[in-house]
């Protein structure tokens, strides 16, 4: 089993930065694949991010691409989303999630994840 913690979430004004960090508990994290995905108020969790086992493989949403970047540090336990520019349409509880799979594998689908972190929240002002 894993256990997953976000952290780094916090208020930041439009076109600024945050990093996201997600620890995972136990010595398997190399066997994940891990994602990142985001809840807005009324709204379904979405897809955001993705990183393969070996991080050969990264996916992005549309809506984040060229802004947001997935990356992990294996020896660590810990996956990353560093976000540029941010959007009021960022404002989200984000999440991170683990997926078992094999070395490429970078699923995109909620129903992938085996396991969930708690979330944490990213408010951007206008």
């Known amino acids: 089993q894993v256990q997953l913690v976000e952290s780094g979430g916090g208020l930041v004004q439009a076109g600024g930065s945050l990093k996201l960090s997600c620890a995972a508990s136990?010595?398997?994290?190399?066997?994940?694949?891990m994602g990142w995905f985001r809840q807005a108020p009324g709204k379904e969790r979405e897809f955001v991010a993705a990183i393969s086992r070996n991080s050969a493989n990264l996916y992005y949403a549309d809506s984040v691409k060229g802004r947001f970047t997935i990356s992990r540090d294996n020896a660590k336990n810990t996956v990353y989303l560093q976000m540029n520019s941010l959007k009021p349409e960022d404002t989200a509880v984000y999440h991170c999630?683990?997926?078992?799979?094999?070395?490429?594998?970078?699923?995109?689908?909620?129903?992938?994840?085996?396991?969930w972190g708690q979330g944490t929240q990213v408010t951007v002002s206008s």
């Open positions: 999630a683990a997926a078992s799979g094999g070395y490429y594998y970078s699923p995109r689908l909620l129903r992938q994840y085996d396991y």
């Open positions: 136990g010595r398997t994290f190399s066997s994940y694949a």
